[in-house]
T-cell receptor
């Protein structure tokens, strides 16, 4: 079956530009997560969506980062005025139900390079 | 996703041998644990999970052991194959009301032919 789909797979942008990253979760999965993976570091939680509840944005590193989830399905992560330290792999994951009842399933990520 | 880090702990095993990857977790209230495998250029792939009310769970060629007394988790891979070469992450959920996974820093497994 189809897994979590992320686009683009690679993005190179100039410092100061805005970027949008897209995630299509597994159909029927109500929970959606964004994580960031920097070289030399583990996975860092960014944001969590569950159904129609207000998202948990506590992991977003600055107000340049925002995310939306439309219609309980597709999500976009937007980074405004990108900085070189934003360079990382941005991973999206979805889950069928509550964590603990079902695991997170990850996409292959978007590798963002800010020059 | 990129394989993480230039200074990951590395486990090197001979093809056909058994591998044991260890993880120390941080929080005694953690109630759910997952092992993920990450190959270069890909996202983390679910391997096996275990709830805190269990000590052991087996899958196909993999076994996860949980020792809550010392907050230790291990992943055993039987008859390790070249395709098992990857970075392995353990992750914990910090209690019944949490919905976040907290990831460890990863271990690189290299399988020698």
């Amino acid at each position: 079956g189809a897994g979590v789909s992320q686009s683009p797979s690679n993005k190179v942008t100039e410092k100061g530009k805005d970027v949008e990253l897209r995630c299509d979760p597994i159909s029927g999965h109500t929970a959606l997560y964004w994580y960031r993976q920097s070289l030399g570091q583990g996975l860092e939680f960014l944001i969590y969506f569950q159904g129609n509840s207000a998202p948990d944005k506590s992991g977003l590193p600055s107000d340049r980062f925002s995310a939306e989830r439309t219609g309980g399905s597709v999500s976009t992560l937007t980074i405004q005025r990108t900085q070189q330290e934003d360079s990382a792999v941005y991973l999206c994951a979805s889950s069928l139900g509550n964590l603990g009842d079902s695991p997170l399933h990850f996409g292959n990520g978007t590798r963002l390079t800010v020059t | 996703g990129e394989s993480v880090g230039l200074h990951l702990p590395t486990l090197s095993v001979q093809e056909g041998d058994n591998s044991i990857i260890n993880c120390a977790y941080s929080n005694s209230a953690s109630d759910y644990f997952i092992w993920y495998k990450q190959e270069s250029g890909k996202g983390p792939q679910f391997i096996i999970d275990i709830r805190s009310n269990m000590d052991k769970r087996q899958g196909q060629r993999v076994t996860v052991l949980l020792n809550k007394t010392v907050k230790h988790l291990s992943l055993q891979i039987a008859a390790t194959q070249p395709g098992d070469s990857a970075v392995y992450f353990c992750a914990e959920k910090l209690g019944s009301s949490s919905y976040k996974l907290i990831f460890g820093s990863g271990t690189r497994l290299l399988v020698r032919p």
